[in-house]
């Protein structure tokens, strides 16, 4: 949603500049701007920092459980691991930063879970999950203006998952990738 917005903002602002925007897991990413393939990367913040990126915050948010509105679960406020224990599982697919978000938070949690499905596609996954009784573990800001669909908070340490624009230290960045980060700042 936070490059959406952005995205309409500055194409209404600078209609010449051609963006390309590119979709894939936080590692290939991060690895794409150290490699200067990228001008800038927008991702949660990793939870190993690199003293070659900088990352500045954009906004807080947690990983949360995802589920359809019609789930049995959807009334409650908050969800342990023993109450996502017997449930059905859509997960994000390894080296997305919910999964290691989630990894993080229940280490070897996975043995214990009934993981039915593994993709690498957020709207993909969210679909399947307001079609079936699965859950998924992502950030609750996924569901910006997504139908049919609950982010219900889980309750365990460490889910803070914070949205983040990252850049390379010390390294001349265009002008237009500047002004692009101003307005996502905003």
């Known amino acids: ?81 023993d109450d996502i224990r017997p449930q059905r ?28 499905v593994e993709i690498n596609e957020v709207n993909v996954l969210l679909d399947l999950v307001r079609a079936t009784k699965m859950i998924t573990f992502l950030s609750e800001a996924t569901l910006y203006q997504k139908e049919g669909l609950k982010a219900i908070p889980l309750d365990a340490p460490n889910t803070q998952m914070e949205g983040c624009v990252h850049t390379l230290r010390r390294v001349y960045r265009k002008r237009a990738a500047d002004e692009f980060i101003r307005i996502l700042s905003q």
Request: hydrophobic fraction near 40%.
């Open 1 to 81: 949603p936070v490059l959406t917005e952005t995205v309409r903002e500055f194409t209404i602002k600078y209609p010449g500049v051609k963006l390309n925007i590119i979709c894939k897991t936080m590692a290939s990413l991060l690895e794409m701007l150290k490699h200067r393939e990228v001008d800038f990367v927008l991702c949660f913040k990793p939870n190993v920092t690199d003293d070659d990126i900088e990352s500045h915050v954009l906004f807080d948010n947690q990983l949360s459980v995802i589920l359809s509105k019609d789930h049995p679960l959807a009334d409650r406020t908050i969800l342990s691991l």
């Open 89 to 116: 599982i859509a997960l994000p697919a390894k080296a997305t930063q919910a999964r290691n978000s989630f990894d993080n938070v229940f280490p070897g949690g996975l043995s214990k879970l009934d993981v039915q």
